[in-house]
């Protein structure tokens, strides 16, 4: 589940940039003809790491080959059409929120994250009976990264934990 279920003002106005029929189609073909230097700034910027002396050039240089290709691009700007679609999160908030059966669920958030405001933790927590919600100080969007020991551990956990009031 995407933070857009909760849609701010970046949200909105990516999803609009996105949706425009001119622009929102033709992303993918302008994203794969720039410059490797040009893609790999644009890694560079976006992704978000809490040290971002973590991130090697090996990585940048991974996240930037995605964009190489016109489909892996096209590719990349549908996952961001369809994951930033507010009407469609809207109704899978309702959904979860009516549901009686959810399974336990797990919201690991950073305080520090850029790319989904951490205000959507508690949201989520609400909204998501049976979940909990973990904040992970000293760190950004991508937990694994930052914190890959804890993040490890707090899911280990809370599978044992699971199993253990399912049974």
């Given at each position: 589940?995407?933070?857009?279920?909760?849609?701010?003002a970046?949200?909105?106005?990516?999803?609009?940039?996105?949706?425009?029929?001119?622009?929102?189609?033709?992303?993918?073909g302008?994203?794969?003809?720039v410059?490797?230097?040009t893609r790999?700034?644009f890694?560079a910027?976006n992704?978000?790491?809490?040290?971002?002396?973590m991130?090697s050039?090996?990585?940048?240089?991974?996240?930037?080959?995605?964009?190489?290709?016109?489909?892996?691009?096209?590719?990349?700007?549908?996952?961001?059409?369809?994951?930033l679609v507010?009407?469609?999160h809207?109704a899978?908030?309702?959904?979860a929120?009516a549901?009686?059966d959810?399974?336990p669920?797990?919201?690991?958030?950073?305080?520090?994250?850029?790319m989904?405001?951490p205000?959507?933790?508690?949201?989520?927590e609400?909204d998501l009976?049976?979940?909990?919600?973990?904040?992970?100080?000293?760190?950004?969007?991508?937990?694994?990264?930052?914190?890959?020991?804890?993040?490890?551990?707090?899911?280990?956990?809370f599978?044992?934990?699971s199993?253990?009031?399912?049974?």
């Open positions: 589940m995407h933070a857009p279920g909760y849609p701010s970046r949200t909105k106005a990516l999803h609009a940039l996105l949706g425009a029929p001119l622009l929102g189609g033709a992303l993918g302008l994203v794969s003809r410059s490797h230097a790999r700034t890694v910027k992704v978000h790491y809490h040290a971002p002396e991130m050039e090996e990585e940048v240089d991974q996240y930037a080959r995605i964009f190489e290709s016109l489909e892996g691009a096209r590719v990349f700007t549908r996952i961001l059409r369809e994951s507010p009407s469609e809207a899978l908030i309702a959904q929120r549901a009686t959810l399974p669920t797990l919201l690991l958030f950073a305080r520090e994250d850029v989904v405001p205000a959507f933790g508690p949201m989520f609400r009976a049976g979940s909990r919600l973990v904040w992970f100080d000293d760190a950004s969007h991508f937990l694994q990264v930052d914190a890959p020991e804890r993040t490890v551990r707090e899911i280990f956990d599978d044992r934990e199993a253990t009031l399912s049974t």
